[in-house]
């Protein structure tokens, strides 16, 4: 946690609110979940209690009877049901969480999941993989986490497969019935070349149903793009991918794998430097 100053130009304070030891995770890299009430959700891509596949925990804020954060395991996983959870979660009004992983799964390409809280007596958190990625025409190895629109529609990334192999971005559609089969549809199949390739990063969903997010590779420069995905308008047709940037690298970067975020209609996002003078590089996108 980074506490604000108390004085102005003063320096913020760091303090260190869980330091993970291998069984109850290791190596975090995805983004944490923040609830009203000051719980925090997180993935750790390695460690856990027995499969060193990674975890999603719980922190919960210090109380009048406790006087630190406290960490619980809410699940482990193991390679049938996912492993490498790369991003951080997604909740629902119900409290579900949704996040993906890289690896692991039916196929071992990775999987999008769903954590349930226990019922009214319950203790523990419940699993179901909603999609298995069969490193095929459906993708291989999401590393990035999820969005959901209004109708509980889960969008996503795989940063590989799909039909060039250059990664697609896709969308899981909730079942009917309860209990049903949750359906994958590929929105934009990546070819590696113009419109990019190697997304590894999450999207932003816009109000008007547009898809903003980066790929990694690809690109007029092949240094990567940041494009926008616009949906049809009608159900079942094609979505409409623009490339709204190809990175030139040099000053201005390029092989972006974080995701954008969109503010009044300008692109924000980072780039990584393409020359050892650089750090880092800040870009900002306006129509």
Do not use: C
């Not at 799964?105 to 993989?129: D, I, M, N, R, Y």
């Not at 979505?239 to 954008?260: C, D, M, R, Y």
């Amino acid at each position: 946690e980074l506490s604000p100053p108390t004085q102005p130009d003063g320096d913020w304070t760091e303090t260190v609110v869980h330091g993970f030891s291998g069984p109850d995770g290791f190596a975090p890299r995805g983004a944490l979940l923040r609830q009203k009430n000051g719980t925090l959700f997180g993935t750790t891509s390695e460690g856990g209690p027995s499969f060193n596949n990674g975890l999603v925990f719980e922190l919960l804020p210090p109380t009048a009877h406790s006087a630190g954060w406290r960490e619980k395991t809410l699940f482990a996983f193991s390679d049938g049901v996912g492993s490498a959870p790369e991003a951080g979660v997604i909740s629902d009004s119900q409290g579900n969480l949704y996040g993906t992983t890289a690896g692991g799964g039916q196929f071992g390409s990775g999987v999008v999941f769903e954590l349930s809280p226990p019922a009214k007596g319950g203790t523990g958190w419940t699993e179901t993989v909603l999609h298995s990625f069969t490193g095929g025409s459906d993708g291989s190895a999401p590393f990035a986490g999820l969005v959901m629109d209004s109708q509980g529609a889960l969008f996503g990334t795989a940063s590989t497969g799909g039909a060039a192999g250059s990664g697609v971005v896709f969308r899981l559609v909730p079942p009917t019935q309860a209990g049903g089969a949750w359906t994958e549809t590929v929105l934009h199949d990546f070819t590696g070349d113009r419109d990019g390739g190697a997304p590894m990063a999450g999207l932003a969903l816009m109000a008007n149903g547009q898809l903003v997010g980066t790929a990694s590779k690809g690109g007029a420069n092949q240094f990567g793009v940041v494009f926008r995905l616009t949906p049809p308008k009608t159900e079942g047709g094609a979505w409409n991918q623009k490339v709204l940037h190809s990175f030139t690298g040099i000053a201005e970067g390029g092989f972006p794998v974080a995701a954008p975020v969109v503010f009044k209609h300008a692109v924000f996002g980072v780039a990584e430097p393409t020359t050892p003078q650089r750090v880092s590089d800040v870009f900002k996108l306006v129509p």
